[in-house]
């Protein structure tokens, strides 16, 4: 018994090293850190107490980019579950091209979103663009989708759409094809049209699949980005910077490690209350077996 | 009738977005592979080139980008694979002091990943002297909470009886491990070989932060910085480094399509 704990221990540890010393250990850090100000030249760091925080609670740029990233959540969100639910259902259905049907919409998630952003922006240049050719025929003004304030996180929500629905159409996919055939047939044998179906049988059933999906593009949606690098660099004025994208800009433009290590206690705190939510949502027999 | 007329409506619908969802790419290898003239006039006869890839080629160090790239995907596999292995058998078969403990540590790795600790992270990499090294873009994640979870599902299948066998034939610990249960979950660990590869190739935001020459630099990174000098090179230049340097990828992908969405389907269930 105690040689079992032994050598359970010491398969552990290499793991265990690496997990500590690159994810819980800076969580803790992080915090520690926010506690303290940046060193900056001579001036070494010194005990701030909550000093970075009360500049957090009057940083409107802090306030404008914790916004952008819930708008973004609600745009990207919904509406990708949705495009990856009609994906799943019309690929498992037996439709002509189907190969080719699933790998259209699968394929974005290949691509590395550096280059999802540089195929997009050929779209999204004022003028020369695709969008605004298409729009130019029909003698509609130039458009500056990423160059206004209001239109520039929409267009950056786009792309994420397009990244993201192939990705969640494969966990709708694996769902669908553990539900009963006989479930179906029966339901149509009552009579209920593919509407009803859907509706009362299939939709309910898929429940747990849409509530991993959304705590998963929840968590993607404060992670993923890259992509801001390339379409907008954050601007117009911030409209379309999200948290993580202002932590490295705080962090490494304008060197301000414990501002940044501030910010970043937030985001851990908003991942911290989705993995309670997370607990208590779920029936976790569902996915962990 | 009316089934038959929703049929026909499902496969319009299908067919559209998919229509919708090839375009962008389809239109990036449009641009690609015609000349500059072409980038945005629609000729079936437009003539062929791989003009725009030999200039991508030859005005940044793809090459090395490339290497890099390969050199960072396989390193973070072979150690996922190995630190992963070793844990995932401690949890799947042993009975230890703290075990739910270091479990449930495992699982806050999956929430809180390396990727938004990038203050810290650059911290710990500058004072072990890494910074601009490919190893400093590695070592975060060779330990993987999703990739231990994975085995470690997969390690609990293995029958019981297999394992005592073992054991009366006089196998050692690391024995067993080698001979019963790394054998039975090969599918797992191509699956879960897939989607480290591509994730790894596909990231950016870290390298981007610990990286600071072509020696280290990978694919996405070489690529952002080459599609951010606007001055002077042409969209259908900068398409083809885009296709270039997701190629690799893409091309396998369409290749093994089945099991690329297969390896997606059972990492993610598990």
């Known amino acids: ?289 | 009738m009316t089934l038959s007329l929703t049929r026909a409506l499902n496969l319009i619908g299908a067919w559209a977005l998919a229509l919708l969802w090839i375009l962008p790419l389809a239109y990036a290898v449009w641009t690609a592979f015609h000349p500059a003239a072409y980038e945005a006039r629609f000729d079936l006869f437009a003539p062929l080139t791989l003009e725009n890839f030999a200039k991508a080629w030859e005005a940044a160090p793809f090459a090395r980008y490339f290497l890099n790239t390969f050199v960072l995907v396989t390193a973070i596999l072979i150690g996922q694979f190995i630190l992963g292995t070793l844990a995932a058998y401690a949890f799947a078969r042993f009975e230890f002091p703290g075990r739910n403990i270091l479990f449930a540590l495992v699982l806050v790795q999956l929430l809180v990943m390396p990727d938004i600790l990038i203050v810290e992270n650059y911290r710990t990499i500058r004072a072990l002297g890494l910074i601009d090294t490919i190893g400093a873009i590695a070592i975060p994640y060779i330990a993987s909470g999703f990739g231990i979870f994975l085995l470690r599902q997969t390690f609990m299948s293995v029958p019981k009886e297999l394992v005592e066998a073992a054991q009366i034939e006089g196998m050692s610990t690391l024995g067993i491990l080698l001979k019963v249960y790394v054998p039975l979950a090969v599918p797992t660990y191509l699956a879960y070989g897939l989607v480290s590869v591509s994730h790894h190739w596909n990231n950016f935001l870290w390298p981007l932060i610990v990286t600071n020459s072509v020696e280290t630099r990978p694919v996405t990174v070489g690529l952002s910085i080459f599609a951010s000098i606007d001055s002077g090179v042409e969209w259908s230049v900068i398409n083809a480094a885009t296709l270039m340097t997701s190629g690799p990828l893409l091309i396998a992908f369409l290749l093994f399509q089945r099991q690329f969405v297969q390896s997606f389907m059972r990492a993610g269930i598990k």
């Open chain 1, 1 to 289: 018994m105690q040689r079992n704990w032994i050598h359970a221990w010491l398969l552990l540890s290499p793991a265990f090293v690496f997990l500590l010393a690159f994810t819980h250990i800076p969580a803790v850090t992080t915090l520690w850190n926010s506690l303290f100000t940046t060193p900056r030249g001579r001036r070494p760091s010194r005990w701030a107490g909550l000093e970075n925080y009360e500049t957090l609670i009057a940083d409107p740029i802090f306030w404008k980019v914790l916004s952008n990233n819930i708008w973004f959540a609600l745009g990207t969100i919904p509406t990708s579950i949705a495009i990856a639910l009609a994906m799943a259902l019309w690929v498992n259905e037996k439709l002509a091209g189907r190969g080719f049907l699933r790998m259209a919409y699968f394929t974005p998630t290949v691509l590395p979103m550096i280059a999802v952003a540089n195929i997009w922006m050929f779209f999204y240049t004022p003028g020369f663009g695709l969008i605004d050719q298409i729009t130019g025929r029909f003698g509609l003004p130039q458009s500056n989708i990423l160059g206004q304030p209001d239109t520039a996180l929409w267009g950056v929500m786009a792309v994420t759409i397009w990244k993201e629905a192939g990705f969640f159409m494969i966990f709708y996919l694996a769902a669908l094809q553990t539900i009963p055939p006989s479930l179906i047939e029966a339901a149509r044998i009552e009579g209920a049209g593919p509407w009803t179906i859907f509706r009362r049988v299939t939709f309910p059933l898929l429940m747990p699949t849409t509530l991993f999906v959304s705590i998963n593009a929840v968590v993607n949606s404060f992670r993923m980005v890259d992509h801001i690098f390339i379409l907008t660099g954050g601007g117009p004025d911030n409209a379309s910077s999200l948290l993580l994208f202002y932590i490295y800009e705080v962090a490494f433009r304008f060197w301000d490690t414990a501002y940044a290590a501030t910010l970043t206690v937030i985001l851990l705190a908003i991942l911290g209350l989705l993995a309670i939510g997370q607990f208590f949502l779920f029936d976790r027999k569902v996915h962990y077996r």
